[in-house]
Every structure is written in C-alpha cells, then in structure tokens.
C-alpha cells in the first residue's frame, strides 16, 4: 500500500515520470540493472533482504551515479547519519506525507542533499564502509552470516583464492585486524527492532 500511494504521488507530482515499483532488494537491484539511467531511488529500509543498512550500502557501491532517498521507520539519529555515510542523499520518515516526500524529490533531482545536521560527526565505521565495493559488499554480509571462505566462493561463484583476497582488502579498508572484529562493527548496521504496526478496524 505505501509503495502504490508513493508511486501514485510520484506520477502526479512529476508529468511522465516512469515509476517501477519493487518488493524486495532482489528486485530494486534487477530494476536498476534493466535502467542504470533511474534518476532516484527511494529506498525502504525495512524491505526484505535489505539486512539493515547492507542494502543501501549495496545499491551504492553497485550504481554510484543514482541518488538514493532513503525511506523508513527509523527515527533514531544515528541510523540517519549511517545512511549518510553510506551515501543517501535524503531520509525521510514514513509519516511524512505524500506532498512532503515529492518536495525532497524534487530538491534530490536537482542536486540537493538533506544531511543531517551533525552529519560530519558521523559513525566512522560506516564511513569507511562505503568505500567497499558492491562485490566486497556482498562478501561481507555473509561473513556476517557466519559464513566461511569456501562457502561465500560457493555462493558467490568464484574462487576461495578470490574470496580472501576479498577479505584482505575489506579488512584493510575498514581500518580493522581481523575478521571478527569486522563481523561486529558490520552488525552495527543493523537496525534496531521496531514496535509492530496496530491496525485499526475501518467504520464504514
């Protein structure tokens, strides 16, 4: 529902505008494969595989060129200046409405970014983060998934020479000694549980 209501707003406030809608990240990163030209995404932290702030960092590394506008629950400080720091050009909280959210748009399409105040004093680890790249980026969440060198070469497709390679170089550009200690400052992307959504009986 909120996606259609985003996507509806979006139609009305920009004439032309071609909105594709997607479900999970799985199918965000296969939009943007099929039209690498995509002027924005608004992004939903709370989408299925998007493994906290993992996804955004992904989608970053993978189409550096899209501003991306984050959209979520979230309405912890913190988690805002990690989105930052991974590369969000806006965050937005899910109650804004509808003629809010197209006026950050708009500004995102003109160059704009709404940091933060206190941006600058960010987390470090994630700025660090965002230099990964997305094929390191996808090595290190299934190091956080416990994974070892010869699973993620099987998961991924590539060689275990290939996959601590990978590692070396993730580990030197998280400013880290060891994989464990990597695994946990990684964990730190997660997001914090959210109370569940009550719905309420609609009166006819």
Known sequence: MVRDALGTALRQSFDGAAVAGAATLEQAMAALERDPETDAVLLD?????????????????????????????AREAAIARRAFDLGASAYIDKSASLDEIAGIVRAVLDGE???????????????????????????????????????????????????????TVILRKLGVRSRTQAVIEARNLALPASEPIRSEPVKP
């Open 45 to 73: 932290l709370d989408m299925p595989g998007m493994d906290g702030l993992t996804g955004l960092a992904l989608i970053r590394a993978s189409h550096p060129a899209v501003p991306i506008i984050v959209v979520s629950a």
């Open 113 to 167: 970014i709404f940091a933060p105040p206190d941006a600058d004093t960010g987390d470090s680890f994630a700025q660090r983060a965002a230099q990964l790249t997305a094929q390191q980026w996808r090595v290190l969440a299934l190091m956080v998934q416990g994974d070892q060198n010869k699973q993620i070469a099987y998961k991924l497709g590539v060689g275990e020479a290939t996959v601590k390679a990978h590692v």
